[in-house]
């Protein structure tokens, strides 16, 4: 079974998120993901992409359990009106990095939404680990495919600790192409590093090496053999866009290039 292509993007204005995903939808893509941030509500977004398209599944990557209650996430979820069985919601630590407060998080929110999957954000092995024992999926970030593999071992692991079959493993690759891609995925780097102790380590192990995808120009068949290495290992690539700027065409430049890396059908002008 190939693996599954999802696009990734930010939240955003509510005309540009309908214009993206019946865009995103027709280019062949599986899925689609919006981040969640205190900056841009994810969620919010994902409701204006679910009423512009028909069978693109969505999700969010990821809600931390730390800024808000299941209570609290649920409640967002019901005013988004997804139709049952479409959303994969991602949850993960935030700023606590508690496993416990995730176990929990994840046990009540299955009882508040049982229509939807949820998902679980895995930086290190213990959050692999408890991924593979109760979540529908588990969200990678920032990870080489070889660090994808040794999750992949780890979530098997906890699965199989559960007398479960292995969730599916979904992996967020950035994905700049253009003029000053490179500069825009090192750039995106930094900032996570900056803001996040967990991913400065996470870089440092390593080896300070470039993860994800950047092409310069954009140059479809190079996008592809790009995302090939990460697409060998995990059962769904979500191709994070890395914009030139906010605009919907930049974000369509990226998903146009990156849309044939799924042997799905590409985007053509009339797409965009």
């Known amino acids: 079974m190939r693996p599954r292509t999802a696009f990734g993007i930010t939240a955003m204005d509510r005309v540009d998120a ?22 841009g509500d994810g969620i919010a977004t994902l409701a204006q992409i679910a009423g512009a398209t028909t069978t693109i599944r969505l999700g969010v990557g990821v809600v931390a359990l730390s800024g808000q209650t299941p209570t609290v996430i649920a409640g967002r979820v019901a005013r988004a009106a997804i139709s049952p069985g479409r959303l994969t919601l991602g949850v993960g630590s935030g700023s606590s990095r508690s496993v416990d407060l995730v176990r929990s998080g994840v046990a009540e929110l299955r ?4 229509d939807h999957q949820v998902a ?16 529908d999926a588990v969200v990678a970030n920032w990870a080489l495919p070889e660090r994808l ?27 700049a192409v253009g003029p000053g891609a490179t ?14 102790a967990h ?8 080896g300070d090496r470039l993860i994800g995808v950047a092409v310069e120009p954009a140059d479809p068949v190079a996008v592809r053999e790009a995302l ?12 994070r866009g890395l914009p030139r700027d906010g605009t919907a ?10 849309a044939s890396a799924g042997e799905t059908s590409q985007f053509t002008p009339g797409n965009q």
């Open 149 to 175: 593999a040794d999750l992949r071992e780890l979530v098997a692991a906890g699965a199989a600790d559960a007398g479960r079959p292995a969730p599916r493993l979904v992996a967020y690759v950035r994905t």
């Open 18 to 39: 309908a214009r993206l995903g019946s865009s995103i939808e027709s280019g062949g893509y599986d899925e689609l993901w919006v981040n969640d941030t205190p900056d």
């Open 228 to 239: 090939a290495p990460y697409r060998s290992v995990v059962d769904t690539v979500v191709v």
């Open 199 to 206: 991913y400065a380590r996470a870089f440092a192990d390593q």
């Open 111 to 114: 009882a508040l939404l049982p």
């Open 249 to 258: 065409d930049a974000w369509l430049e990226v998903a146009a290039a990156a």
């Open 120 to 135: 679980i954000a895995a930086v290190g092995p213990r959050m692999a680990r408890l991924a593979g024992e109760v979540a």
């Open 183 to 196: 500069d825009r995925l090192r750039a995106e780097m930094d900032r996570y590093a900056r803001v996040g």
